[in-house]
T-cell receptor, first 113, second 109 residues
Framework: NAGVTQTPKFQVLKTGQSMTLQCAQD?????MYWYRQDPGMGLRLIYY???????DKGEVPNGYNVSRLNKREFSLRLESAAPSQTSVYFC????????????FGPGTRLTVT | LAKTTQPISMDSYEGQEVNITCSHN???????ITWYQQFPSQGPRFIIQ???TKVTNEVASLFIPADRKSSTLSLPRVSLSDTAVYYC??????????FGAGTQVVVTP
């Protein structure tokens, strides 16, 4: 039982390049989330998916797109990376949006030069 | 959204009890209070959640007064491994919750 897995662990992009961060969970959770965490700050919600087939914007959605591929997988895409998107990205899942225990992945450290 | 305020940092010695108080003056009737812990280079981990009075689990206790405008996370007999950032969150749906900067707890020998 791996919990929440994220790939890649590290990535360096040049400004304007695109990439997709992958996230998968094996806990049969309904809801999944993408956060970013900048140095010394708390997490900020980018997008979330309350259930398979739905996605909603969080606090900081600009510059990102998401896809809830199936119940297990939730990907985050940067179409044209900018230095301001340098951050650590965490994926999480929970039974539902009103379930308070979220399970987090190990994170992806992204640097945009 | 119910905004939370908590201390930026707290220091403690091993074996002591650490109490972190979080203010949430605008908490709504349906809101729950949840605390998370985060170690460096890791995602946050759920510690405890409550609605009112006192909740205790194997890791911590959560005290919530009757007016629910604040809450206190209590970590009994801390060890070096409890050095982490602790976040207080308030709300009724994860789509609307916000992590603040949290409280950095440093435990020294």
């Amino acid at each position: 039982n791996a919990g929440v897995t994220q790939t890649p662990k590290f990535q360096v992009l040049k400004t304007g390049q695109s990439m997709t961060l992958q996230c998968a969970q094996d806990m049969n959770h309904n809801s999944m989330y993408w956060y970013r965490q900048d140095p010394g700050m708390g997490l900020r919600l980018i997008y979330y998916s309350a259930s398979e087939g739905t996605t909603d914007k969080g606090e900081v959605p600009n510059g990102y797109n998401v896809s809830r591929l199936n119940k297990r997988e939730f990907s985050l895409r940067l179409e044209s990376a900018a230095p301001s998107q340098t951050s650590v990205y965490f994926c999480a899942s929970s039974q539902g949006v009103t379930a308070y225990e979220q399970y987090f992945g190990p994170g992806t450290r992204l640097t945009v030069t | 959204l119910a905004k939370t305020t908590q201390p930026i940092s707290m220091d403690s010695y091993e074996g002591q009890e650490v109490n972190i108080t979080c203010s949430h003056n605008n908490i709504a009737t349906n809101d729950y209070i949840t605390w998370y812990q985060q170690f460096p280079s890791q995602g946050p981990r759920f510690i405890i959640q409550g609605y009112k009075t006192k909740v205790t689990n194997e890791v911590a206790s959560l005290f919530i007064p009757a007016d629910r405008k604040s809450s206190t996370l209590s970590l009994p007999r801390v060890s070096l491994s409890d050095t982490a950032v602790y976040y207080c969150l308030v709300g009724d749906s994860w789509g609307k919750l916000q992590f603040g900067a949290g409280t950095q707890v440093v435990v020294t020998p």
